[in-house]
């Protein structure tokens, strides 16, 4: 069994940064890949960013690319978003997810087997 716990949202202003966590325990996650995903009021949840433990490579999804960016750090088993540059409509819950085959790293909610409780993000303009 996989536990993910979100750490790291806030309240900010436009233009500003955030950094968010999200800590992993259970199982080793070495060979599987993160991903982080966000859901506004009223709207459907959308991909943000993924990152394979093994290599780590990432994908990001249009409106976040050059503004945010995903880490880890493989000792502590926690992945990282880094955001910056916040607009108000990056407001949401952000919500980290882990894909045990390790390969997946896409936009689809439904690969992703175990997510954490959320965190909230605030962007005030």
């Known amino acids: 069994q996989v536990q993910l716990v979100e750490s790291g949202g806030g309240l900010v202003q436009a233009g500003g940064s955030l950094r968010l966590s999200c800590a992993a325990s259970g199982r080793t996650i070495r060979t599987y890949a993160m991903g982080w995903f966000r859901q506004a009021p009223g709207k459907e949840r959308e991909f943000v960013a993924g990152i394979r433990w093994s290599g780590g490579s990432t994908r990001y999804a249009d409106y976040v690319k050059g503004r945010f960016t995903i880490s880890r750090a493989n000792p502590k088993n926690t992945v990282y978003l880094q955001m910056n540059s916040l607009k108000p409509e990056d407001t949401a819950v952000y919500s980290c997810?882990?894909?045990?085959?390790?390969?997946?790293?896409?936009?689809?909610?439904?690969?992703?087997?175990?997510w954490g409780q959320g965190t909230q993000v605030t962007v005030s303009s």
């Open positions: 997810a882990l894909d045990s085959d390790g390969s997946y790293i896409g936009s689809s909610p439904l690969r992703y087997e175990h």
